[in-house]
């Protein structure tokens, strides 16, 4: 399921988002990532290579969750999916390029090295409570 536009511009807007992840039966972990929004669809990259904790943890448990605003305290939860497709992955180097272009980082955001862990975040919405 998509975000909503109220969503995205507010995700798209945050310079970092906070990622939930967990493994089973661990703690939750949150990690501040990039994120970035190309046509309504939601990625971010792991800098570290897939040894990173918080994406080895997003692979193994796809869902996740994102923390946006002053503090992280809107939380949002999400499935994470990857996306390693050629088109995908030039998507978000582009988006990564544009919206963090100046930073002295972004060019370790868009290293061959790294690009397979290209993820796709997609709203997933809680439970409804009994």
């Keep these: 399921m ?38 309504g669809d939601v990625f971010i990259r792991s800098w570290r290579g897939a ?7 997003a692979r193994a448990n796809p869902d996740v969750a994102i923390h946006l605003g002053k503090g992280g305290k809107r939380r949002l939860p999400a499935t994470a999916a990857h996306a390693s497709d050629p088109d995908s992955v030039r998507r978000a180097s582009e988006a990564l390029e544009r919206k963090y272009a ?18 796709r975040l997609e709203h997933r919405p809680e439970p409804e409570a009994d």
């Design 102 to 119: 100046g930073d002295p980082a972004t060019p370790s955001m868009v290293r061959h090295e790294i690009l397979d862990t290209t993820l």
């Design 51 to 57: 040894n990173a904790r918080w994406f080895r943890e």
């Design 2 to 39: 998509p975000f909503n536009d109220e969503d995205l511009a507010e995700i798209d807007g945050a310079k970092t988002i906070r990622i939930e992840t967990w493994r089973p039966g661990g703690p939750v972990h949150k990690t501040p990532i990039w994120v970035v929004v190309d046509d």
